[in-house]
């Protein structure tokens, strides 16, 4: 497909457990951004890479969150001993190039993530 | 640190109605601004911008936003909505230079038949 595509769209675990969720992005895409949405909120910035380089992770909420890109086209995004204020859609996007903030971003569908 | 506020959080209204949603913004500097709208079930996608030049801009499907500098706004607008405008409405925000967008909460419009 053309567009974002972000796996698994569902995802259910239990506390404590890890987590990894993936996202595939617009071929040809440079920048790849990860957010999280909670209920009833707008996005908020996790990270961001420009191919393979993680050049912003200042929204990352602590050390258990971590993302990689290292061809610099896929991206996981996992979560380690996970709690439930992790729960919370987590979005990707993606978009050509961001150095002067015009490109607009194409966003995935989103992995809804449920902490038990 | 740059802040955006949608006052509306749901707004519901009946089809040929006009619409306006409120969107502020708190950055001192020059900005670029964004609307994107999430129709049920689908992803988050680009509705309009705005960059520089006419503050009146005009998006996809009738809608239009109006920059006002001078109140850090951007509200968006569509004189006449329909039953399929009904989805939730984002504003984002980025700070000159930036390359991560602000978004507000968001706005659930409701379009009745």
């Known amino acids: 497909g053309a567009g974002v595509s972000q796996s698994p769209r569902y995802k259910v675990a239990k506390r404590g457990q890890d987590v990894a969720l993936r996202c595939d992005p617009i071929?040809?895409?440079?920048?790849l951004f990860w957010y999280q949405q909670a209920l009833g909120q707008g996005p908020e910035f996790l990270t961001y890479?420009?191919?393979?380089?993680?050049?912003?992770k200042s929204g990352l909420p602590s050390d258990r969150f971590f993302a990689e890109r290292p061809e610099g086209s896929v991206s996981t995004l996992k979560i380690q001993r996970t709690q439930q204020e992790d729960s919370a859609v987590y979005l990707c996007?993606?978009?050509?190039?961001?150095?002067?903030?015009?490109?607009?971003?194409?966003f995935g569908d989103g992995t809804r993530l449920s902490i038990l | 640190a740059q802040s955006v506020s949608q006052h509306n959080h749901h707004v519901i209204l009946s089809e040929a109605a006009s619409l306006e949603l409120g969107c502020n913004y708190s950055y001192g500097g020059t900005v670029n601004l964004f609307w994107y709208v999430q129709y049920p079930g689908q992803h988050l996608q680009l509705l309009l911008k705005?960059?520089?030049?006419?503050?009146l801009v005009k998006g996809i499907k009738g809608f239009e936003a109006e920059f006002i500098k001078s109140k850090f706004s951007f509200n968006l607008r569509k004189p006449s909505v329909q039953w399929s405008d009904t989805a939730e409405y984002f504003c984002a925000v980025m700070g000159g230079g930036s390359y991560i967008p602000t978004f507000g909460r968001g706005t659930s419009l409701i379009v009745h038949p």
């Open positions: 705005y960059f520089s030049g006419d503050p």
């Open positions: 071929s040809g895409h440079v920048s």
């Open positions: 996007a993606s978009s050509l190039i961001s150095g002067t903030g015009r490109q607009p971003q194409h």
């Open positions: 890479f420009q191919n393979e380089a993680q050049l912003d």
